[in-house]
C-alpha cells in the first residue's frame, strides 16, 4: 500500500496517509496516458477557422472577357481559385468534427498511470484542513509557499495543482488568482491535467473521493 505524508496547512508533518493501490500503484502505460491527452485536446478543439468558397464571393458573376480571340484561358469569373480574391477550394467550413472517444476503461487506466508516474517522482503531497484557510489570496500563498518549500519549485515557469473533494468556495476564491495554481475537483480529474498540472496537492478527502469515483 503506498503512503505519503499527510502535511496540516503550517507546513509540518501529521503522520503518513495510506493510498489506494489500484490507483497509485497501477502499471504505467505510456502509450495510452499520450492517447488520453490526444483525446483530450483534440476534443477541447473547436472548428472555428472558415474560408469562403468560390459561391460565396462578393465578385461580379459577369464573363471576365470575351471567350474566343484573346489567346488565353476561358474564364467566366474572377471568383475561381486560382485568382487572388478568388475562392477557397477545399478549405475549411467550420463543420469540421474533432471529437475523439477513449472507453471508460482505458481512461481510468490512464489516470491511474499518470497519478502512480507522479507518485513515483515524488510530485504528490496530501495535506487536511486547507478548506479552513482564511478566503484571501494573500493567506493561501502563505499556505502553499509553506506545503512547497521542501520542493525547491522554479521561480518562473512553476504549476501547482489543489485537487479538491467539491467546490470549496472559500479556497477555490483565494487560489484561483495565484499564477501557475490550478484547481480541480477530484471526481473530473483527468490525464492530461495529472500530467500538465505540475506538482499535485491533494486535500484528505479528495483522495476519499478519487477512490469513491474510480473504485
Do not use: C
Amino acid at each position: 500500500m503506498p503512503k505519503v505524508n499527510l502535511y496540516t496547512i503550517a507546513g509540518n508533518k501529521s503522520g503518513e496517509i495510506e493510498l489506494p493501490k489500484e490507483i497509485f500503484a497501477a502499471k504505467i502505460n505510456e502509450p495510452l496516458m499520450a492517447q488520453a491527452v490526444k483525446v483530450y485536446l483534440s476534443n477541447q478543439r473547436k472548428a472555428k477557422a472558415k474560408t469562403k468558397t468560390r459561391s460565396e464571393i462578393a465578385l461580379t458573376t459577369a464573363k471576365w472577357y470575351r471567350q474566343k480571340g484573346t489567346g488565353r484561358a476561358r474564364h467566366g469569373a474572377k471568383s475561381a481559385h486560382i485568382f487572388v480574391g478568388g475562392g477557397v477550394s477545399h478549405g475549411p467550413n467550420g463543420e469540421q468534427n474533432y471529437h475523439l472517444n477513449l472507453s471508460k476503461r482505458m481512461k481510468k487506466q490512464a489516470l491511474f498511470s499518470a497519478l502512480t508516474s507522479k507518485l513515483k517522482s515524488e510530485e504528490i503531497m496530501v495535506v487536511k484542513d486547507l478548506e479552513k484557510v482564511e478566503t484571501k489570496t494573500k493567506k493561501m500563498n502563505e499556505v502553499l509557499g509553506k506545503l512547497t518549500q521542501d520542493w525547491k519549485l522554479e521561480s518562473k515557469n512553476w504549476r501547482l495543482t489543489l485537487i479538491l473533494p467539491k467546490n470549496l468556495e472559500n479556497v477555490t476564491r483565494s487560489a484561483r488568482n495565484i499564477p501557475g495554481v490550478f484547481l480541480v475537483q477530484a471526481h473530473q480529474l483527468n490525464t492530461y491535467e495529472v500530467l500538465n498540472g505540475g506538482r499535485l496537492i491533494f486535500t484528505q478527502q479528495a483522495i476519499e473521493g478519487l477512490e469513491k469515483t474510480w473504485i
